[in-house]
């Protein structure tokens, strides 16, 4: 059938091929032929999915699970996940860190703290190493690693100066 009704009925069910009686061989034949090969690429993408969801569960437990303090940052800085090293060494939640605050903001940085414009819009942000080895690696596409640096947080309403090791990854 080819009226209106049926082609919109069958569209729903999102077919492989819609064959029009009387038909001809070889419209049967392309017809299967393109709904074959629509499957195969169907069954690839399926397959493709569930190794890259392994993937990300992969690199996610790695992730959570080394003994090193990581932080994944957007391309404005700020802060998209922490691992619960990371978390421990400043001495926050996750609820608290994740959900687009500044990397400055989380770690209590002085500047931060005391600026009402906050991490990476003040003037002391110029010369901050981590902001500064951040916007580099942006503008460059390439990885910045074994940067030392200090820098002065806020803990329990008192001043602490912190040595860092830095590695940034575009």
């Known amino acids: 059938y080819a009226d209106e009704d049926t082609l ?77 090293t990371a978390l421990e060494m400043i001495g926050k939640n996750a609820q608290i860190v994740e959900g687009g605050r500044q990397l400055g903001d989380i770690m209590s940085c002085i500047h931060a703290a005391y600026d009402p414009v906050g991490c990476g819009q003040s003037s002391h942000c110029k010369t901050c190493t981590l902001r500064n080895k951040f916007d580099t690696v942006l503008q460059t596409d390439k990885p910045i690693h074994g940067v030392e640096t200090e820098v002065t947080l806020l803990s329990g309403g008192k001043e602490k100066k912190e040595w860092l090791e830095v590695n940034i990854d575009p």
């Open 8 to 84: 919109r009925r069958a569209q729903i069910t999102v077919p492989y091929g819609y064959i029009i009686k009387p038909f001809q061989e070889r419209e049967l034949n392309i017809t299967v032929t393109i709904a074959l090969a629509r499957h195969k690429m169907e069954q690839q993408l399926k397959d493709n999915e569930r190794k890259l969801a392994e993937d990300r569960a992969n690199l996610q437990t790695i992730f959570n699970v080394v003994n090193v303090g990581l932080l994944l940052l957007d391309e404005k800085g700020a802060v998209k996940l922490v691992n619960q």
